[in-house]
């Protein structure tokens, strides 16, 4: 069964932190792995997208990593700010036919001053 | 500045009543998702939909949910009845995505507001 597990389930962390996020998935076969940031009230936002090939990827203060061979990916936050405190998601799209993104749990985040 | 734009934001109702969500994709994109979103399950996909056609509706009950595109500017998601499990935060989501390829570097899923429905 296709599915995506996140860890943690929630973090608190001080602003100017660095915090790092995990997903592991067993989505087969694999198209791409995207983290997306939702902040509360509003719908998803992309972070990053990542396909097979590729072991990171960054934007501004996030990087993403991937580990196709382990099927883990992990979001890495740098000096974080207040306005970082959301949900961050971790979408798996499965290849083949048709496709689907399939949602982990998220993580949710909050930076306390 | 395109959007996709999810009609009502809020809605309640009573249990037994029936409820209808619009979701106008962005202009061009040919993939519609709806999503449900609770606190104890996450995102769920409910309906997808490609060129108009629907390609998966498993997620939905079909006892009481229906998803429609009566055209390329418009999706709808309707519960009938209505029933107070249902609430929760729906999703439409529109992608670009080519026939026979998976959604990829070119392609992504944009996320309109979300409707946000309580069933009393």
């Known amino acids: 069964k296709n599915q995506v597990e996140q860890s943690p389930q929630s973090l608190i962390i001080l602003e100017g932190k660095n915090c790092t996020l995990q997903?592991?998935?067993?989505?087969?076969?694999?198209?791409?792995l995207r983290w997306y940031k939702q902040d509360t009230g509003r719908g998803p936002v992309s972070l990053t997208i990542m396909t097979f090939s590729e072991n990171t990827k960054s934007n501004g203060r996030y990087t993403a990593t991937l580990d196709a061979d382990t099927k883990q990916s992990s979001l890495h936050i740098t000096a974080s700010q207040l306005s970082d405190s959301a949900s961050y998601i971790c979408?798996?799209?499965?290849?083949?036919?048709?496709?689907?993104?399939?949602f982990g749990a998220g993580t949710r985040l909050a930076v306390h001053p | 500045d395109a959007r996709v734009t999810q009609t009502p934001r809020h809605k309640v109702t009573e249990m037994g009543q029936e409820v209808t969500m619009r979701c106008q994709p962005i202009l061009g994109h040919n993939t519609v998702f709806w999503y449900r979103q609770t606190m104890m399950q996450g995102l769920e996909l409910l309906a997808y939909?490609?060129?108009?056609?629907?390609?998966?509706d498993s997620g939905m009950p079909k006892d009481r949910f229906s998803a429609e595109m009566p055209d390329a500017t418009l999706a709808t998601l309707k519960i009938q009845p209505s029933e107070p499990r249902d609430s929760a935060v729906y999703f439409c989501?529109?992608?670009?995505?080519?026939?026979?390829?998976?959604?990829?570097?070119?392609?992504?899923?944009?996320f309109g507001q979300g409707t946000r429905l309580t069933v009393v």
């Open positions: 989501a529109s992608g670009l995505v080519l026939d026979g390829q998976p959604m990829g570097l070119d392609t992504e899923a944009f």
């Open positions: 979408v798996v799209s499965a290849s083949g036919g048709y496709n689907k993104l399939i």
């Open positions: 939909f490609r060129n108009r056609a629907p390609l998966d």
């Open positions: 997903c592991n998935y067993t989505v087969s076969p694999f198209s791409n």
